[in-house]
């Protein structure tokens, strides 16, 4: 019999996506589900519910306690948490690089230790220097990859989906999806999904 | 030594703080934490941010995963949950009446009876006629009762409330705060709130 799937839906621009991309692995092996790391833009789904931003900026109440909560929340499974100057902060490049990845193996990898730049180390993953040194770091030809992110048949996969994720009606991140049409969503989430997933 | 002590702030219009306050006696009393039930009116504090309602009516896909997702935790705790045809219900006198109840020993048992009203049986809770049913079934003389919670002393009890909420920065309901001054919000920071408390 296959293994169940869950589909697992993230920004790089989201906090709470950083901790599921952290924890979905090692849950997911012990369940025995497969997860398809699913990069897509959360800014065009915002923008048609009439929002400009997210809504830990335009709520900044609900903004504050985000931080400390992501402090504690990181503390409690050991991973470093740092505020980065710039939230939120652009996607685009880093959701084109991971979508490119995902064809090739690395994508995974490369959405971990993306995360890992710009909430324990503080950088600004918009830059395109910043995704050149992770993209070091997992020793893969900087400029071919940037390139390959960049091609036109790469920028229209991450539109479809994007795209995707609107029709499945993804209002946030991260959410999981499964295959009988169940949407969780946020990180708190992931340990039901799985299950549900598993249950199938 | 005195226990340590929670605040478990809840207004009656808000979905996950009936998950909540059908939780919470029983997780407290497991850690040794004592819980002060704290009503209060989400209302003001929304419209002081200029939100005119629900964040679940104003974003229609947060709020359909919302009912799914309320659906799903209930089942999960055992407990029964029917959409109620009004939403958010004004929950000033419900609230009033709480605030009446914490005084006199029976708040408790009173919220947990009108939460399931609400949100197992689907009815409005806004109607005098439905809290007086409440009232009945836990055996308080209805007409004392209602004219106690809308006395002027215990009103402006109601308003400090409030005002205290949002002096503490709460933005949402069910919200968590310790002695220490941390907030934690949503009922899936409830075991986290109480292990907090406890170490406090």
Same mark, same amino acid.
């Given at each position: 019999?296959?293994?169940?799937? @869950?589909?697992?839906?993230?920004?790089f621009?989201?906090?709470?996506?950083?901790?599921?991309?952290?924890?979905?692995?090692? @849950? =997911?092996?012990?369940?025995?589900?497969?997860?398809?790391?699913?990069? +897509?833009?959360? !800014?065009?789904i +915002?923008?048609? /519910?009439?929002?400009?931003?997210? $809504?830990? &900026?335009?709520? $900044?109440?609900?903004?504050? *306690?985000?931080?400390?909560?992501?402090e504690? @929340?990181?503390?409690?499974?050991?991973i470093?948490?740092?505020r980065?100057?710039?939230? $939120?902060q652009?996607?685009l490049?880093?959701?084109? &690089?991971a979508m490119?990845?995902?064809?090739? !193996?690395?994508?995974?990898d490369?959405?971990?230790?993306?995360? &890992?730049?710009e909430?324990?180390?503080?950088?600004?993953?918009?830059e395109p220097?910043v995704?050149?040194?992770?993209?070091?770091? %997992?020793?893969?030809? &900087?400029?071919?990859? %940037?390139?390959l992110?960049?091609?036109?048949? *790469?920028?229209?996969?991450l539109?479809a /989906?994007?795209?995707q =994720? /609107?029709?499945l009606e993804l +209002?946030g991140?991260?959410? +999981?999806?499964?295959?009988?049409?169940?949407?969780? #969503?946020g990180?708190?989430?992931l340990e039901? =999904?799985?299950? #549900?997933a598993?249950?199938?």
């Open positions: 019999m296959a293994k169940p799937v @869950l589909d697992f839906w993230y920004d621009a989201s906090t709470y996506s950083f901790l599921s991309a952290m924890r979905i692995a090692p @849950l =997911a092996e012990a369940e025995g589900v497969t997860v398809r790391w699913r990069p +897509f833009l959360l !800014g065009p +915002f923008q048609s /519910q009439n929002m400009t931003t997210s $809504p830990f &900026v335009t709520f $900044p109440l609900k903004g504050r *306690n985000m931080w400390r909560d992501m504690r @929340l990181a503390d409690e499974i050991g470093s948490f740092r980065p100057s710039v939230f $939120p652009n996607s490049l880093a959701a084109r &690089v490119a990845g995902m064809d090739e !193996g690395w994508g995974e490369f959405t971990r230790a993306t995360y &890992v730049a909430f324990s180390d503080g950088r600004t993953i918009s220097g995704i050149a040194d992770v993209l070091g770091k %997992l020793k893969l030809p &900087v400029d071919a990859t %940037l390139a992110a960049q091609s036109d048949n *790469n920028k229209s996969k539109r /989906q994007t795209k =994720a /609107q029709k +209002f991140a991260p959410s +999981f999806t499964t295959a009988d049409g169940e949407m969780f #969503w990180n708190d989430r039901r =999904a799985l299950r #549900w598993k249950r199938g």
